[in-house]
T-cell receptor, first 113, second 115 residues
Framework: GQQLNQSPQSMFIQEGEDVSMNCTSS?????WLWYKQDPGEGPVLLIA?????ELTSNGRLTAQFGITRKDSFLNISASIPSDVGIYFC?????????????FGKGTLLTVNP | NAGVTQTPKFQVLKTGQSMTLQCAQD?????MSWYRQDPGMGLRLIHY???????DQGEVPNGYNVSRSTTEDFPLRLLSAAPSQTSVYFC??????????????FGPGTRLTVL
């Protein structure tokens, strides 16, 4: 099955720095979701995007639904140690009754205090 | 609400053994799904269900069975465990209508080792 191309695979940054990561696909997606997974836990939904061009914030997190519908971006501003974890993008390819999500392979974020 | 719950949290099996991973949700979600997570592979869909009595295969269904007799429960059965099924298994659920139809909520996972 198709997976999204998520980059970078990992990031090691200093506390206080801003972070950017993205997902791209050769197919159009109607919905983009961003999840965070803490060690030993299940993924937790951070932001959901439903319209091309949409820009949505959740605290220090900002995500955008690409205008082509083939990409999405997540930015984290002023990183803190608790931002450590794996960030996944997920896309829903078509509307109607198809609820399946396609996931990227994740970006592992490490924050150095 | 407890959200999505999974049991057991950890399990060790021997090759050839069978077992059932339990998943339950109390949010009245129609859609439920099972994923496996392997290092560097992200989350891969095993099976899913859009309602009681309806199930379908995902990306990696071989070696797994599911059934959905109630809205709340969606168990995953390993028929004859193999070392290749060593993984972390996540159950997720969502609504199937409205603006929030595609926001899937995940359980805490079951960590399975097959020797």
């Amino acid at each position: 099955g198709q997976q999204l191309n998520q980059s970078p695979q990992s990031m090691f940054i200093q506390e206080g720095e801003d972070v950017s990561m993205n997902c791209t696909s050769s197919s159009i997606f109607n919905t983009w979701l961003w999840y965070k997974q803490d060690p030993g836990e299940g993924p937790v939904l951070l932001i959901a995007l439903y319209k091309a061009g949409e820009l949505t914030s959740n605290g220090r997190l900002t995500a955008q639904f690409g205008i082509t519908r083939k990409d999405s971006f997540l930015n984290i501003s002023a990183s803190i140690p608790s931002d450590v974890g794996i960030y996944f993008c997920a896309g829903q390819r078509s509307g109607g009754s198809n609820y399946k999500l396609t996931f990227g392979k994740g970006t592992l974020l490490t924050v150095n205090p | 609400n407890a959200g999505v719950t999974q049991t057991p949290k950890f399990q060790v099996l021997k090759t050839g053994q069978s077992m059932t991973l339990q998943c339950a949700q109390d949010m009245n979600h129609e859609y439920m799904s099972w994923y496996r997570q392997d290092p560097g592979m992200g989350l891969r869909l095993i099976h899913y269900s859009v309602g009681a009595g309806i199930t379908d295969q995902g990306e990696v269904p071989n070696g797994y069975n599911v059934s959905r007799s109630t809205t709340e429960d969606f168990p995953l059965r390993l028929l004859s465990a193999a070392p290749s099924q060593t993984s972390v298994y996540f159950c997720a659920s969502s609504l199937t209508s409205g603006s929030f139809g595609y926001e899937q909520f995940f359980g805490p996972g079951t960590r399975l080792t097959v020797l």
